[in-house]
């Protein structure tokens, strides 16, 4: 059973430390995950020790994995499908995409396993579970950063080539888009890893999930592709994915279609799944020794 502590003063004059067990639905003690920020970071390095270990190329696969998707998705979408990219360069477009596609991928799946992957260190010691999703979104956002910088240099190249893109207001729009992504992906992933340990076909799902989800968004073609099908696009428009890549889109290249309505319901959707995530995360973490 979880437990925490709470520091309470005697008639003395001296401290004591008082154990007591969690039992309600909402246990997450904000100031205890910040008193443990120093495990956060350590666990973000051995993230990247774990991931890279013994590789020949080591980190460059951060740079690699979304380069080479994007020389796929320029070849099979772009000239031989022939889908519309809005008058943009096709390699920064899908480029734009599937950057910020990777990081929400990222932040699913490294979080998805939370308990089963973390089970033998979880019934050994006691430290605020919520700092091991915490540290792999962080982790997954040292990532974007690095490929965002990648996406950076081929659109100053592509600009100095003469391409037909420009920088637009929703710019500073971007850091919230990337926090509201990173915060959707923290929820989704802590409701899969708290089903995974009763469902542990979940585990095995959500890697073909996420994919799906994938094409279900406008990764690799525009919204504007569904102009002339209103019922698509409203449906399209219920994928709190949209939102965030047709924003980071109209911030960098110029191009996307961002409607208020959207927007307004991705952000509900963020919160609401961040919000349940973390209850259902704190309400696992009380048993799960017991099914894991």
Known sequence: MAEYTQNTPQADGEWTTVIRPRTGWFDIDLHELWQYRDLTVM????????????????????ILNPLITTVIFNLVFGNLAGLS?????????????NTLWTFFANCINNTANTFVANAQVFGKVYFPRLT???????????NFLIQSAMF?????????????????????AV?????????????????????????????????????LWMYASPVVYPLSMLDGSPRLQALMQLNPMTAPIEIFRTATLGTGTVQAGGLVYSL?????ALVLGVILFSR????FMDTV
């Open 43 to 62: 666990f973000v390095k051995r993230n990247f020790t774990v991931l890279y270990k013994q590789t020949i190329l080591g980190p460059a696969w951060i």
């Open 85 to 97: 990219t809005d008058g943009t360069p096709a390699f920064l477009f899908y480029m734009a995409g």
């Open 132 to 142: 091991m999703p915490i540290s792999q979104v962080l982790t997954s956002l040292i």
């Open 152 to 172: 950076a240099a081929f659109w100053v190249y592509f600009l100095l080539t003469g391409a037909q893109m420009h920088l637009t207001p929703w710019l500073l």
């Open 175 to 211: 850091p919230l888009v990337v926090l509201q992504v990173m915060l959707l992906g923290l929820g989704v992933g802590i409701i899969v890893s708290a089903l995974t340990t009763k469902y542990r076909d979940l585990a095995i799902a959500v890697g073909f999930g996420v994919q």
């Open 268 to 272: 509900v959707f963020t919160a609401a």
């Open 284 to 287: 696992i973490e009380k048993t």
